[in-house]
């Protein structure tokens, strides 16, 4: 009898639920007139992704392809009604003509609970304006240039390393070779510390930076889309074990330079500056620093979690990038061949790898571009309505608290933007190609005043790596290499789920 009660008063309790959802909570775009994906109870339009079945890139590029002609149309994610914005003209309008409401991601940001989701990424308001604008200097080309030479060691140690694989020729798995290089630069130009990852490949630095990207399914959509859940529940986005070891890394090194005056120029210089003045000092040629916020000064925490972030974002995406660049390359050797003949005859000009020849190098740039347009590393965007806002030549009002997706990876391979999409083409980055499409439906790095603040320092130490290698080495795609690459879903970041192996041979 009694179970029969519970039976019943559960079937009863999951009508109501159902019967609450269909219709009421996704009854949200139907009753505005807007266009939406029929969700489904309760989960909304991201079943795929709370399975752990598609990378959430995969995911919204699937549904920007069907529906991408209504312009913006609804989802649901849980509970939460989405907006996805698939025309240029929109994604400007939010990216940057309406910034002011628009301004925030609306993802996860809880620093009681993830002391080092504090940063630039993820905060939002005027926080983030406010640290925007003390960041903005540790970026400019003058301190890209102090910080070359750093790149620049680094990438001599990578070419150094592969002179053993070279020689006998045996397939490497090169994401996890170019992830340590990356480390290696970044955690000497964020943190100051040789990590030696090139030739350790199983330290402590990549351990923790391996944890960093890898979550499971669920706390990925959560973390992206429902950050109110992660705060019921008080779920980090970070490992205990990844906060503790950055934040104590970095204090001990701030610590250990200010104890000795140790002055370097590197990320941690800066960050000193940012927590005992407030501000960072101009480049020679710039005097324009605003020092008149000197109160607000970084915290050791602040300026932890603003390092960990430039690591974090700096070593997976340029790994990444370098790895599908090679990837591409390795199967079109007269592309290959072709940016080859560049950095020889730059190299051979100029007589050594600066700042400003590895700037130069145009052809260089261009597969990069086109690496980036097929394989975009954060292959969505994420914003949120902070203020109610018509989206103009629309009939849609957005409500404040929604949130907006903007589908990279669809925009970067639609064949009405971009012909043959699968087909890898640098020349798609000639400036006469360049100047007929809309500039927002080519955004690896963002757009509008919350775009990517590394993004100078991203294309550096990928060009270096590039040219290192490209220098002394030809490079053959492996068998055991899947053409195309499937990418992992484990991964917010796009990443080759098996791997990319190559064959390396010597000049």
Known sequence: MVLAILIGGSIIALGIVYIYYKYVIFNFWSKRGVFYVEPVVPIGNVTPLVTGKTQVGVHFQDAYMKYKDHRAFGMYIFYKPNLVITDPD???????????????????????????????????????????????????????????????????????????????????????????????????????????????????????????????????????????????????????????????????TVEYRQTNNIVRHDFVNLFIQLMERGYVDPDDDDKTTDKSSTINKFTMTEAAAQSFIFFAAGFETSATTMTFAMYELSQHQDIQDKLRKEIDEMLAKHGDLTYDVVNNMSYLHKVISETLRKYPPLPILNRICTKETDLPTTNIRVPKGTSITIPLLGLHRDPSIYPNPDKFDPERFNANEVEKRHPYAYMPFGEGPRNCIGLRFGYLQTKVGLVSILSKYKFELHSRTPIPLTFSERSVIITAKSGVYLIIKPR
């Open 90 to 252: 929109l994604i400007r309008t939010v990216l940057t003509k309406e910034f002011n409401s628009f301004h925030d991601r609306g993802m996860f940001c809880n620093e009681k609970i993830d002391p080092l989701i504090n940063n630039l990424f993820f905060i939002s308001g005027k926080k983030w304006r406010n640290m925007r604008v003390k960041m903005t200097p540790t970026f400019t080309s003058g301190k890209m240039k102090q910080m070359f030479f750093i790149l620049k060691e680094c990438g001599e140690k990578l070419a150094k390393h592969l002179e053993s694989k070279a020689q006998i020729k045996e397939p490497i798995e090169v994401k996890d070779t170019f992830a340590r290089y990356t480390t290696d630069v970044i955690m000497s130009a964020a943190f100051g510390i040789k990590s030696n990852c090139i030739e350790e490949p199983n330290n402590e630095y990549r351990i923790q930076g391996n944890k960093i990207f890898y979550i499971n399914s669920i706390k990925i959509v959560l973390t992206l889309f429902a950050p109110q859940i992660m705060d019921f529940f008080s779920i980090s986005l970070m490992a205990p074990s990844i906060t503790k070891f950055y934040i104590n890394m970095f204090r001990e």
